[in-house]
């Protein structure tokens, strides 16, 4: 009998220890951002634009629409950035994506250091693609509920000749209120 329990005890000490470090290496990645760069989802046009302009970064008319807003400079997780640009479907924000600025390496080293810092807050990813000219890394974190109501997308655009990497949030629930979604048009950006 004392035999069988100090085998039990160990063995059972080594399961918790085990599923412990599951628990905290599955509750370690962040959930699903209610924001993007302070700017929570649903916010109006009116308040996308005084966030973006008290942080000094100057909107392009060039760009800028009735359902998008575009703004030039500023970094993203110590990354200088081109352009940013916030989506809005029924005047709410519901997608954004930032252009960086090359950093004079290898096109694809800033397409991995991007990677890391979004793997490093929200885990790894679920899908990705190592397509010579477009590789692409999404992220699908959960919200409270458990739901999968964001998409974080990282992708390099290398078949035009504007090569550039692109991060990208979207809220996918939101997005669903775009009328004939066939999503929203990037030219010009």
């Not at 519901?94 to 490093?120: D, M, S, W």
């Amino acid at each position: 009998m004392k035999s069988l329990i100090s085998f039990r005890i160990p063995s059972i000490a080594a399961v918790i220890c085990i599923w412990l470090t599951l628990a905290v290496r599955v509750g370690a990645a962040a959930p699903a951002p209610d924001e993007f760069f302070g700017i929570k989802w649903g916010a109006s046009e009116e308040d996308v634009k005084a966030a973006m302009t008290a942080k000094n970064l100057p909107i392009v008319p060039r760009y800028t629409s009735d359902t998008k807003l575009v703004f030039s400079g500023g970094t993203v997780a110590g990354f200088e950035t081109e352009m940013w640009c916030f989506c809005f479907v029924q005047g709410k924000f519901y997608r954004a994506f930032v252009f960086f600025k090359e950093h004079g390496g290898p096109p694809e080293t800033l397409f991995k250091e991007v990677k890391k810092v979004i793997t490093e807050k929200y885990g790894e990813r679920q899908k990705e693609t190592y397509k010579p000219d477009e590789p692409s890394a999404e992220w699908h974190p959960t919200d409270a509920s458990g739901r999968q109501d964001i998409l974080i997308l990282v992708v390099r655009h290398t078949k035009s000749d504007d090569k550039r990497l692109r991060l990208e949030y979207k809220n996918v629930a939101m997005e669903k209120l775009v009328p004939g979604k066939t999503g929203p048009k990037d030219e010009g950006l």
